[in-house]
């Protein structure tokens, strides 16, 4: 008797949701207390957020299959006509309200570029979206704290909360986002230390710190991370050395460590590795000799050495490197002859500024 009423019930849904064209009345009024809690002035996205069906002309809204609500994507910084017509890019102020957590069935959550939704992340996000794939909130005043079990969103590929005003640590959890590929929290206010277990997060391969007040030291555990291309902690109140092992790690390219608290030698893996493209160690407290490893496999986009403690010459096998786009070594405490060659032919003398005793061109002649 109970089994007949159920699938009785789940019939006459069907058949409401077939005849209606309706989306379901739970998703259509999350969405709607969603709009309630916005308000976008300027374009008027959310007058297409009326009438029965969300799944069928909502501004930004797209439904699964089973017409359950999926995909809530809205940019203020976008190609959509309605932007030109407007001639702006979109502002938005209010908050993200709670009840985009009944959206159980949601893989897409992006909210970005507003400047101005303030309030912050629901804390019910992390428990009642199971399926979320991409959370992206960039560009917004988000304020608060990133919710302590955000680490249970499994399937979470692009956690982006870059540009906001988020304070307090990065929970430890977050270690636990097995599928993570793109972790973007740049530009916040967050303290604390990365958590030492970063090396967990197997898929990753965006790390972006930069611009928060960490503090603590470099997790060495970041070089088991094979995917990772790209690590950004610069600007941050990171302190201890540089662990050797980043030098070792198959794919990383970019490397920015710059306007921290590092101190120690720069590794020689770092100089000599041939996969890493940019490097800015710029602005920390670095301390001996330039290592003499480089070849004729060193690719270096950038290199920015400046504003360190570096001491004694440029080692001659710099001369040697295939390709140095940007060289800095201004602001240290280096000495001798600028060895002559290829990659420092096009540099000026402020690559080579405020050392103690350096000469040679660009500079004044030894
Ligand atoms: C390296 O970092 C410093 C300090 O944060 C910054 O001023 C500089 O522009 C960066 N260098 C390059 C080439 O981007």
Same mark, same amino acid.
Request: proline share 6%; with cysteine; glycine share 8%.
């Given at each position: 008797?109970?089994?007949?009423?159920?699938?009785?019930?789940?019939?006459?849904?069907?058949?409401?949701?077939?005849?209606?064209?309706?989306?379901?009345?739970?998703?259509?009024?999350?969405?709607?207390?969603?709009?309630?809690?916005?308000?976008?002035?300027?374009?008027?996205?959310?007058?297409?957020?009326?009438?029965?069906?969300?799944?069928?002309?909502?501004?930004?809204?797209?439904?699964?299959?089973?017409?359950?609500?999926?995909?809530?994507?809205?940019?203020?910084?976008?190609?959509?006509?309605?932007?030109?017509?407007?001639?702006?890019?979109?502002?938005?102020?209010?908050?993200?309200?709670?009840?985009?957590?009944?959206?159980?069935?949601?893989?897409?959550?992006?909210?970005?570029?507003?400047?101005?939704?303030?309030?912050?992340?629901?804390?019910?996000?992390?428990?009642?979206?199971?399926?979320?794939?991409?959370?992206?909130?960039?560009? #917004?005043? *988000? @304020? /608060?704290? =990133? $919710? &302590?079990?955000? !680490?249970?969103?499994?399937? %979470?590929?692009? +956690?982006?909360?870059?540009?906001?005003?988020?304070?307090?640590?990065?929970?430890?959890?977050?270690?636990?986002?097995?599928?993570?590929?793109?972790?973007?929290?740049?530009?916040?206010?967050?303290?604390?230390?990365?958590?030492?277990?970063?090396?967990?997060?197997?898929?990753?391969?965006?790390?972006?710190?930069?611009?928060?007040?960490?503090?603590?030291?470099?997790?060495?555990?970041?070089?088991?991370?094979?995917?990772?291309?790209?690590?950004?902690?610069?600007? #941050?109140? *990171? @302190? /201890?050395? =540089? $662990? &050797?092992?980043? !030098?070792?790690?198959?794919? %990383?390219?970019? +490397?920015?460590?710059?306007?921290?608290?590092?101190?120690?030698?720069?590794?020689?893996?770092?100089?000599?590795?041939?996969?890493?493209?940019?490097?800015?160690?710029?602005?920390?407290?670095?301390?001996?000799?330039?290592?003499?490893?480089?070849?004729?496999?060193?690719?270096?986009?950038?290199?920015?050495?400046?504003?360190?403690?570096?001491?004694?010459?440029?080692?001659?096998?710099?001369?040697?490197?295939?390709?140095?786009?940007?060289?800095?070594?201004?602001? #240290?405490?280096?000495? /001798?002859? =600028? $060895?002559?060659?290829?990659?420092?032919?096009?540099?000026?003398?402020?690559?080579?500024?405020?050392?103690?005793?350096?000469?040679?061109?660009?500079?004044?002649?030894?």
């Amino acid at each position: 008797m109970g089994r007949m009423k159920v699938s009785l019930a789940a019939l006459v849904t069907l058949a409401f949701c077939f005849s209606a064209n309706a989306c379901p009345p739970g998703d259509r009024a999350a969405l709607l207390a969603f709009k309630a809690a916005l308000n976008e002035p300027y374009l008027g996205i959310f007058n297409s957020w009326a009438g029965t069906d969300c799944c069928t002309n909502w501004y930004g809204v797209s439904c699964d299959p089973d017409r359950r609500v999926a995909d809530i994507v809205l940019r203020g910084e976008s190609e959509d006509p309605i932007f030109e017509k407007a001639g702006r890019s979109g502002y938005m102020s209010g908050e993200i309200a709670a009840s985009v957590c009944q959206l159980d069935r949601l893989t897409t959550l992006v909210v970005a570029d507003w400047k101005a939704i303030a309030g912050e992340i629901p804390a019910c996000i992390p428990s009642s979206l199971p399926i979320l794939r991409i959370f992206d909130i960039v560009g #917004n005043q *988000i @304020s /608060g704290k =990133i $919710p &302590a079990d955000i !680490g249970s969103l499994g399937r %979470l590929t692009v +956690l982006n909360l870059a540009d906001n005003k988020l304070t307090g640590a990065i929970p430890p959890s977050i270690v636990n986002l097995g599928s993570l590929m793109h972790l973007d929290l740049t530009n916040n206010k967050l303290t604390g230390e990365i958590p030492s277990d970063v090396g967990k997060l197997t898929m990753m391969s965006r790390a972006l710190l930069s611009r928060n007040q960490l503090t603590g030291s470099i997790p060495s555990s970041f070089a088991n991370i094979y995917r990772l291309a790209d690590i950004d902690l610069s600007m #941050n109140r *990171i @302190s /201890g050395s =540089i $662990p &050797a092992q980043l !030098g070792t790690m198959p794919v %990383l390219s970019t +490397l920015n460590l710059d306007s921290n608290r590092l101190s120690g030698s720069i590794p020689t893996s770092l100089l000599s590795s041939a996969g890493l493209n940019v490097l800015n160690i710029s602005r920390n407290s670095l301390e001996g000799n330039l290592p003499d490893v480089f070849g004729p496999k060193t690719y270096f986009t950038v290199l920015d050495l400046s504003y360190n403690q570096l001491r004694g010459s440029i080692p001659k096998s710099l001369s040697s490197a295939k390709y140095i786009g940007h060289l800095d070594l201004s602001y #240290n405490h280096l000495c /001798g002859p =600028i $060895p002559v060659g290829s990659p420092f032919d096009h540099l000026e003398a402020s690559s080579f500024a405020n050392n103690d005793c350096l000469c040679g061109s660009p500079l004044r002649t030894c």
